[in-house]
């Protein structure tokens, strides 16, 4: 330990690898006791972080850690190595001194070496089956020598310093043929060590003789020539242990080999034994063939970010004894019944999440995740179809609540593709998983490849299902949400008033459906300028969801915030002020700090400040919004538009015109990229760049961006729309002042330009 000290404090970098690329040597032996030391002398006080990266992504559970810190890093598309620096920083500001970093078990660190952190604070330590490229430091590590490898086995039997002649000093000649059998291997001495402790009769020649005579069952276990000598003799004291074995016991390490290689909640194991109980599963796990495979590993709970450490214990499977009890697993003949219980059991978890995912949910569910994956990728065949489908939806919701995309996409289209292929392209389970893929894409602003997915599945469930029941009325809702977003609104409308007619009929004027479609209504009449239709719908909406859901439910939030707009929009800022402040308040409680949704609220936070004038406490209030869209949502978001625009109309209104500008043109190549060249907003982004060039005095400019969005909202909203209207008096205020400068004659002979002028020169 003294040496691979050594090596951490020279370099950032190490790796305990195997010289020969075999199991069982001990490289996460010495880690972890390298990391319990080290803990407890405090050496590295901004604590310590165990992760298994085998089996399970790095950047996910980097994020999971960060985020029981208080830390919500950045999450753009492209970018995942800068999300995770972020992690590390913030981590690094919270703490001081060095912080260790363990990856037991690197099988590729071409893959994790982005994803380490840069800042020289964070030493890093691996284990690894092979050499590790530079600029890693190795600590290679063979096997025992004769001399620490009888210690190993002094000290696992029992023999005590200080009790006079031991049992293998005793026998001293059979002790080494053991080691030397045993290919001096720290894991299979150790087996063997354990079990002479427990059978204190035995003589370590009779040992020999036992060992010699087991043959390798579980060929999991030889993965080349090379290194089937090297794990004879672990192998062969696997066998003598599971020998040892009774029934019940051997169940319960068949059933282990299911579960992820990464840390086991224990109350998922016992629920995937419904017939036992509690003091059968403490009687199996105290067989020492269970003991030493369950390595104590723990996972940090931290309360005091300065004061971080390694507590709570977890359990991890040993890889080597996890492929044994796997190996076993195919002889056993309730092994369906076991890997069906476990994967009912972790669907039964997949189904508690719901689709909006809070800190809450992603804190209780973490440890159930690596479990999930295997479920989804192994066994959901051994499910009924409609259960079969929910690993990959808990495990897409949970990767879209962290702004994962990629991952909430990829499980996203293993759900629609299996539904697809085990229910059939029309069944309703088959719509579902469409409406789902829609949802993600929507919120992504992939709305063109949203929209066939809503058609198709509203097409499915009206077909199926008929033009009355929830699921269509919520396939019609989905697809209404999208035309709006698109700007759509005619289109919008009729899908509304059928999803709310159909939610009232079949579920209930007071329920959740009801509320969503109610609220989704009343945001489209407000888009629509139809405010005192609007006001009612919001008004029934949030009572319902307030009375079904709670007061500080993330569907409660959403009413606040949307009634709360259309309260600015009518002018009414006393009354929409508390609504946006309470809607920030659960959405930063609930979904964190740097969730979208809280984004959306800190914006229309401070497009109400910007209207009251009040410019100091709206500009950090925009910042930070965008700031939260670039990197959870993406540069080229329309919601990132959105917040570049409102951003550079508060510059623009404090007299910031050089600082506006580059925002307004981001916004608009944005718009016209994202939602088209004829979207409402990108007429919004139009009129706004037009009204800087105006103020600035350059009419020149100015004149045809208000031309394009005048075509774009008569087109989409009509004529006497209030929008329409708005950006109509500021092209003829445009046109004025450009008369009144001397400019007029540098404008273009557009029909609708030269018919004002020629009436403004009349009429002044």
Not at 233 to 239: H, N, R, S, Y
Not at 579 to 594: C, F, N, P, T, V
Request: proline share 5%; with cysteine.
């Amino acid at each position: 330990m003294q040496q691979l000290h050594g090596l951490l404090q020279d370099g950032s970098r190490v790796a305990i690898a195997a010289a020969s690329g075999m199991g069982g040597i001990g490289k996460t032996e010495l880690a972890w006791q390298y990391a319990t030391f080290h803990r407890d002398c405090n050496t590295y006080p901004a604590g310590i972080w165990w992760l298994f990266v085998r089996e399970i992504d790095l950047a996910p559970q980097v994020l999971q850690k960060a985020l029981r810190m208080g830390i919500e890093p950045p999450d753009t598309l492209d970018n995942l190595e800068e999300r995770l620096q972020f992690c590390y920083e913030e981590w690094a500001k919270k703490t001081s001194g060095n912080a260790l970093l363990v990856l037991d078990d690197v099988s590729d660190y071409r893959a994790v070496q982005p994803l380490l952190p840069r800042n020289p604070r964070f030493k890093v330590l691996l284990t690894a089956r092979q050499i590790l490229p530079s600029p890693v430091g190795c600590l290679p590590l063979k096997v025992l020598k004769p001399e620490a490898a009888l210690n190993l086995l002094r000290l696992t039997a029992g023999d005590l310093p200080g009790n006079g002649l031991g049992r293998i000093d005793a026998q001293l000649e059979d002790a080494q043929a053991l080691c030397q059998w045993l290919d001096y291997l720290p894991l299979g001495i150790e087996l063997v060590g354990r079990y002479l402790r427990r059978k204190r009769a035995l003589s370590l020649a009779e040992m020999l003789q036992r060992l010699q005579s087991q043959r390798l069952e579980a060929r999991a276990l030889q993965e080349a020539e090379a290194g089937m000598t090297a794990r004879r003799g672990v192998a062969a004291a696997f066998e003598l242990s599971w020998a040892e074995l009774k029934p019940p016991a051997r169940t319960l390490g068949c059933l282990l080999s299911v579960f992820a290689l990464a840390p086991i909640p224990w109350e998922l194991v016992a629920e995937c034994l419904p017939g036992w109980d509690e003091e059968d599963l403490e009687d199996c796990r105290d067989y020492e063939l269970l003991e030493q495979s369950l390595l104590s590993l723990v996972e940090d709970e931290i309360s005091d970010p300065a004061q971080s450490g390694l507590v709570q214990p977890r359990y991890q499977l040993h890889a080597l004894i996890r492929e044994f009890f796997a190996a076993k697993l195919q002889g056993q003949a309730d092994a369906e019944i076991l890997r069906s219980n476990f994967a009912v059991v972790l669907t039964a978890v997949a189904k508690t999440i719901p689709q909006t995912v809070t800190l809450e949910v992603q804190e209780r569910v973490k440890e159930a995740l690596p479990h999930l994956e295997v479920v989804a990728e192994q066994w959901s065949h051994l499910l009924e179809d409609s259960d079969a489908t929910w690993s990959s939806i808990g495990l897409a919701r949970v990767a879209q609540g962290q702004s994962l995309w990629a991952e909430a996409e990829n499980w996203s289209k293993a759900c629609l593709q299996m539904t697809e292929k085990r229910c059939g392209a029309e069944h309703p389970d088959t719509a579902s998983s469409l409406n789902n893929l829609a949802l993600l894409y929507r919120a992504m602003g992939r709305y063109p490849e949203a929209e066939p997915l809503y058609l198709r599945s509203l097409s499915i469930d009206e077909q199926q299902l008929g033009a009355d029941h929830p699921d269509t009325a919520m396939s019609l809702n989905n697809l209404a949400v999208l035309y709006y977003a698109m700007g759509r609104y005619p289109e919008a409308e009729p899908l509304y008033l059928r999803s709310l007619s159909i939610d009232e009929q079949q579920l209930g004027a007071d329920h959740p459906n009801t509320a969503a479609t109610l609220n989704n209504l009343a945001e489209l009449y407000r888009a629509m300028g139809r405010y005192p239709e609007a006001e009612p719908f919001y008004v029934r909406s949030l009572s319902i969801r307030e009375q079904q859901l709670g007061a500080d439910h993330p569907a409660t939030a959403q009413s606040l915030n949307n009634q709360a707009l259309l309260y600015d929009a009518m002018g009414r800022y006393a009354e929409a002020e508390p609504l946006y402040l309470r809607s920030l308040a659960i959405r930063e409680q609930k979904l964190g700090a740097e969730h979208p949704y809280t984004a959306t609220s800190l914006n229309n936070l401070a497009e109400l400040y910007r209207a009251m004038g009040r410019y100091p406490e709206a500009e950090p209030f925009y910042v930070r919004s965008l700031a939260i869209m670039e990197q959870q949502l993406g540069a080229n978001h329309p919601n990132t538009a959105m917040s570049l625009n409102n951003l550079a109309a508060l510059y623009e209104a404090m007299g910031r015109y050089p600082e506006a500008e580059p925002f307004y043109v981001r916004s608009l190549a944005i718009m016209e990229q994202q939602l088209g060249a004829d979207h409402s907003h990108t007429a919004t982004s139009l009129n706004n760049l037009a009204a800087l060039y105006r103020a600035t005095g350059c009419y020149p400019e100015a004149e045809p961006l208000y031309l394009r969005a005048l075509e774009i909202l008569f087109n989409r909203l009509g004529e006497n729309h209030h929008n329409t209207q708005k950006v109509w008096r500021n092209f003829i205020d445009c046109l004025r002042e450009a008369m009144s400068a001397g400019q007029d004659s540098q404008l273009s002979q557009h029909p609708t330009t030269q018919a004002m002028l020629q009436q403004l020169r009349e009429t002044e």
